[in-house]
């Protein structure tokens, strides 16, 4: 990414990222797919648990953010061996904090639905639903940082591979654990995370064996695997503001749930199906984003800041001109994409007016993603997370409230009025949180790559040894100075 024409070099990063991440998307819609065959209960749970499940695995976005930012721009300044060291502290730190997450997530598992808001047999379903997803935690992490590391050494296609083959399988297994006529007897909502589960530890092991096979583009080395507190630090510096992101937005996303349940399961699964559908603007503008990331952290590493910025703006403008017209798309033909997922006739009515409201604004939601991973390509994480905080806490939520409730003097009396207020404070988000990234990204603060600190260092060290070295030389009776 730091040589040719940006366009084509960009275009062969990203496409295999979009690939991948639509067949990641096929995860969700193949389960939704299923589920609907089960239920309005079950499409419900696991509307409300999709949110709530990206809550802890949200945190997986602060390694993939720092992964990617460090190794990217070791690898664009030339640094390769440090590029591998930091993937195994990766890995080590994806291991620790996934095992404790998945082990808490476990044991709270019911107060935490109830908390949402579900109630009988969405309750059930959902508690079953989230079981094995906090199981798949730790396989999910490590997939992540697989990606990342492939990714900073710019090769994306081997991870799509891989999303394609475990996507595969999680389709073909769903329905029979879904459905009635598979021999587990149809465990619904439970069902599909079992076959997700399955899928993820089986991407997980091959992931983790290419690593350490090094033939990939970068490698693995099992003796890396002993803790070097310098590289912790630096990953969770760089990337805890990236997990502070997802945090924000998974918080975020779980209250809308709640926010919207509080309509009753037809619009919860609505809702559902909707984010669904509205999951593939996240696909391609989280994969362009993706892409710029990298193409950003090398070209920083290679100190050429004005390439960095071509690449992030053609990414953005090619992303939202995709978005523009599968918004249209779906917008043209809203309930032919409900219809694909469930056949009850009132939560179709209910998404072709969600999907009208939204859909025009794919775009703007798509723009700002990409935005975010120029960002965290340069290692600007803080920022990132910042433009996540206003486009939900300030932008989004609040609206939310004040469209859909009626709020009394006590702010926790509210009354539910009109669903439609939700999906405009959606839109409303999109184009003002798009507006405010683009201005700050103008603003150039990101241009100076984050192991500049490291280069500095290493010159002052390289500094005080030649300055012993002369002085030792010249200083009658003393050795000189050797390493």
């Known amino acids: 990414m730091t040589t040719g024409a940006v366009t084509p070099r960009l275009f062969k990063l990203a496409w295999p990222l979009v690939a991948g991440n ?66 195994a502290q990766s890995v080590l730190l994806a291991v620790a904090v996934a095992v404790a997450l998945g082990l808490f997530g476990f044991l709270v598992r019911e107060p935490l639905v109830a908390l949402i808001g579900a109630e009988g047999a969405v309750f059930d379903a959902a508690v079953a639903y989230i079981e094995f997803v906090f199981l798949a935690i730790p396989f999910t992490f490590l997939f992540f940082v697989f990606r990342s590391s492939l990714r900073a050494a710019g090769d994306t296609k081997t991870a799509m591979w891989l999303v394609g083959a475990s996507a595969g399988l999680n389709i073909v297994i769903d329905p029979v654990f879904i459905l009635d006529w598979g021999p587990f007897l149809g465990l619904g909502a439970q069902g599909a995370a079992i076959a997700t589960f399955i899928s993820r530890a089986i991407a997980a092991a091959i992931g983790l064996y290419i690593l350490v096979d090094g033939g990939w583009g970068i490698r693995l080395r099992v003796g890396d695997l002993t803790p070097d507190w310098g590289i912790l630090r630096r990953l969770v510096d760089v990337g805890y503001p990236a997990t502070l992101d997802g945090l924000t937005r998974s918080l975020a996303a779980v209250t809308f749930a709640a926010l919207v349940a509080r309509f009753g399961a037809v619009a919860t699964a609505a809702y559902g199906i909707g984010i669904r559908l509205m999951s593939v603007s996240w696909t391609v503008s989280g994969a362009v984003g993706q892409a710029a990331a990298t193409g950003v952290g090398q070209n920083l590493g290679a100190d050429q800041p004005d390439r960095a910025a071509d690449v992030t703006w053609t990414a953005t403008a090619g992303a939202m001109a995709v978005l523009f017209a599968a918004g249209g798309l779906v917008y043209a033909f809203p309930a032919i994409a409900m219809g694909v997922f469930i056949g009850d006739q009132a939560v179709i009515d209910a998404g072709v007016t969600l999907l009208r409201i939204i859909a025009p604004f794919w775009a703007f939601f798509g723009g700002l993603m990409v935005v975010q991973g120029a960002f965290r390509g340069a290692g600007r994480t803080k920022v990132a997370f910042v433009l996540s905080l206003l486009s939900r806490w300030v932008f989004r939520v609040p609206v939310a409230v004040f469209l859909a409730y009626a709020v009394a003097l006590d702010p926790l009396a509210v009354t539910p009025v009109d669903v439609n207020g939700l999906w405009w404070a959606m839109a409303a988000s999109a184009i003002a949180s798009f507006v405010v990234g683009v201005v700050w990204f103008r603003r150039g603060g990101w241009r100076e790559a984050v192991i500049e600190d490291e280069r500095e260092r290493e010159g002052e060290s390289e500094g005080r040894a030649v300055d012993d070295a002369v002085a030792g030389d010249g200083v009658e009776g003393e050795e000189p100075v050797t390493d």
């Open 22 to 87: 639509l067949l990641q998307t096929a995860y969700n819609l193949a389960d939704m797919f299923w589920v609907g065959r089960v239920s309005a209960e079950a499409v419900a749970a696991v509307s409300l648990m999709f949110p709530t499940a990206y809550l802890f695995i949200s945190v997986a976005m602060g390694l993939t953010a720092s992964t990617n930012a460090i190794v990217s721009q070791h690898i664009g300044a030339g640094n390769e061996r440090r590029a591998e060291r930091t993937v």
